[in-house]
């Protein structure tokens, strides 16, 4: 049975009355005095049922201050143009709803509220008509694919399992060369060469860049092409139009979402929704400040609005408002779509009890959901830093992943600088901190922490807190880097580097994070924030598969390499201290072993040595004989021949893998 209502015993539970109230604003904040007197009322809002349709008559329910000198409901037969068909006075409930009843079916009508600030779908649209204008009335049961309700993953996942491929719809299909036939929309990922591929490289998570409606592409003309990654929020709980193959009619794009999902789930691969929460695409037209000015974002102590997201404002997670919409939007997402997971953008704007009461809810009612974020902000919040989702406060937030920069930036070189290269690039100085991306981000008494690029303590208090990666999409991807701050670097080169890249990715025991393409040498024409770059700039030319194999091929087996040896994966600070060691290294040299069996049962003291020198290496191990899994850019699991300690030699620029 579908749940359509929020169970909301769960929050208040959490917090007293009084609490409720103190968690809001003072009663001398002009703003909010109505909140910090119904702060109770506050907390027990239920967004979710914002539209209630059945065929005999449909609910409106709006949340919206008792200042407002008229609130209307108007009801349309299109999503864009036309005059009402009918308009609705609301009527007020005496706390902080208002509510109209208007009998008959509704389904397949258009609808938009309006509080004297301009007309919008609410905050809480379920469905829209074209570019998000107007509210949809639709019914939900109608859009489940058949066998949906079989679908969802309930199976609790390890963390440490998980291998995430980052994509953007557009980019992973509209290229000619990818040879499918639904390019840039959600129905590309039901199609089998789509699945095939994932399957083949082998990662078990695709995330998925903002697919909610957003701003920035006219669903309108969609003949000509727009790009954008959609980190520019309009109505967070619809899918966006542009990826469906009918913008105008609203069901079209829930239900291809729908089946873009199942096909993943048949695949075996969970999918993670990228959210972006910390900010609208501008602040006075958004639907929030249209239906309750001013209560979902913050305003600094001069009384301008904050930037924290360096988009022009930042929401307030602390106030019982966006808080409550957090938690009910992430929860629609898994209930409604079966999403299995959530990136939760700048997720330092939002405050550490908000992003623990999200993991604590997925905990009680969807423990299969896991939740990772980017630990810090764009600019300066109005809210305490010790307070925010910072990575630095991670410790605090047990449930939840964040990225680790450090090992990123060890690798591949300062994000502030594309021209400055690091490890990879042959230069030394950053191996303490490639060590404790090695390490999981956890304390490790190897890791001398006064040397880590960033952090000066241990913030993971797992290892599988740290998302470990060395390029995503707001960034140059990796080959582009390795051209920008190798200079004279060739074809060969450029690969080996790749490789041993990836290499330490996916031997860290953090969960390894990849984007899309770069199993295929893909390049972004060295454009380091491509957001609204054409697609000759962002689409994967699938003809690099052809062109690199040699590249595929590895990626596939180091994955295949990671899930088949758990020692790679131990998801246990303890048990990483206790196997992981070190070994001695030196400049542009890191090496380490996982020692005394480590959970796999038939690789014993595997040794990982990461040599970005441009010659080869004579490395000193524990003596014994070993077999050799990977060296010379290849990876073959059933051996590449047996080497005697205690020395080994490593060719330039590579990685070799071996074990006992």
């Known amino acids: 049975m579908k749940i359509t209502n929020l169970l909301l015993a769960g929050f208040l539970s959490l917090l007293t009355a009084q609490e409720a109230v103190a968690q809001n604003v003072s009663a001398n904040d002009a703003d909010n005095a109505q909140l910090a007197v119904e702060g109770q009322h506050a907390l027990a809002l239920d967004f979710n049922n914002e539209v209630a349709y059945s065929p005999q008559k449909t609910v409106f329910k709006l949340f919206a201050p008792k200042e407002a000198k008229a609130v209307t409901l108007r009801i349309y037969a299109d999503g864009q143009g036309g005059q009402p068909l009918k308009t609705v006075k ?27 600030r301009g ?41 440490a399992d ?55 592409v006219d669903e309108t003309k969609l003949d000509t092409p727009q790009y954008n990654w959609g980190y520019d929020p309009v109505n967070y709980n619809v899918p966006d139009g542009s990826y469906s193959t009918n913008p105008y009619d609203p069901a079209v794009r829930i239900k291809e979402f729908k089946q873009m999902v199942q096909a993943l789930h048949k695949a075996g691969i969970r999918i993670v929704l990228d959210v972006v929460y910390n900010h609208t695409f501008d602040l006075e037209s958004s639907n ?17 609005w904050s930037d924290g997201s360096g988009c ?36 330092g704007v939002h405050d550490i009890e908000t992003m623990n009461q999200i993991s604590a809810m997925f905990a009680r009612e969807f423990p299969a959901t896991f939740i990772y974020g980017e630990g810090w902000s764009a600019g300066a919040c109005a809210y305490p830093v010790d307070k925010l989702a910072m990575k630095a406060n991670m410790k605090q937030m047990p449930g939840i992943a964040a990225f680790g920069d450090e090992l990123r930036d060890a690798l591949r070189g300062p994000f502030s600088d594309d021209t400055k290269g690091a490890f990879i690039a042959g230069i030394p100085g950053s191996e303490e901190s490639l060590k404790f991306g090695i390490a999981g981000a956890i304390s490790h008494p190897q890791v001398d922490m006064s040397k880590v690029n960033y952090s000066k303590e241990a913030w993971a208090g797992q290892p599988w807190q740290m998302m470990s990666y060395v390029s995503c999409h707001d960034d140059m991807c990796l080959v582009d880097r390795l051209r920008a701050s190798v200079p004279g670097i060739t074809q060969d080169e450029l690969i080996r580097l790749d490789l041993l890249a990836q290499t330490a ?57 990671r899930k088949n040896h758990p020692a790679f994966r131990l ?37 990982v040595i990461l040599n970005s020198a441009k010659q080869a290496r004579t490395v000193a191990v ?29 060719p330039a620029q590579s990685a070799v893998i071996m074990y006992q």
């Open 90 to 116: 609301m009527a007020y409930d005496g706390h902080v709803y208002y509510t109209a009843t208007v009998d008959g079916d509704l389904k397949g009508k258009f609808y938009t509220f309006d509080t004297g």
């Open 119 to 159: 007309e919008c779908p609410g905050v809480f649209a379920k469905a829209v008509g074209v570019n998000g204008q107007r509210g949809a009335i639709v019914d939900l049961d109608a859009t489940d694919p058949e066998g949906w309700k079989a679908d969802r993953i309930t199976q609790k996942v390890n963390m």
């Open 162 to 216: 998980l291998v995430v491929y980052e994509m953007h719809h557009r980019d992973f299909s509209i290229d000619p060369s990818s040879g499918l036939k639904y390019k840039g929309k959600f129905l590309a990922l039901t199609e089998r060469k789509a699945i095939d591929h994932l399957k083949k490289l082998g990662v078990n998570a695709v995330h998925i860049l903002p697919s909610f409606d957003y701003a920035s």
């Open 288 to 304: 929030f400040q249209r239906i309750f000015p001013d209560i979902y974002y913050r305003k600094t102590a001069d009384g301008k």
């Open 312 to 347: 022009g404002n930042e929401t307030r997670s602390e106030l019982a408002p966006m808080r409550n919409f957090m938690l009910q939007s992430m929860r629609y997402w898994v209930d409604e779509y079966h999403i299995d997971g959530f990136r939760v953008d700048l997720m």
């Open 505 to 561: 990715v996916f031997t860290s025991q953090g969960v390894p994070f990849i984007q899309a393409g770069e199993e295929a040498l893909r390049d972004k024409k060295g454009v380091h924030n491509s957001y609204n770059s054409p697609d000759s700039v962002n689409r994967i030319d699938w003809t690099n598969l052809d062109r690199y194999p040699q590249v595929f091929s590895y990626y596939s087996n180091l994955i295949s390499m």
């Open 571 to 607: 998801g246990d600070a303890d048990k990483v201290r206790r196997h992981l060691e070190f070994l001695p290294g030196g400049d542009n040299l890191v090496a380490f072993r996982l020692k005394d069996n480590a959970g796999c049962d038939t690789w014993n003291n595997i040794i």
């Open 622 to 650: 524990p003596a014994g004989k070993y077999t050799v899994v990977c060296r010379d850019g290849v990876i073959n699991e059933a051996g590449l021949g047996t080497v005697e300690g205690p020395q080994v030699e490593v």
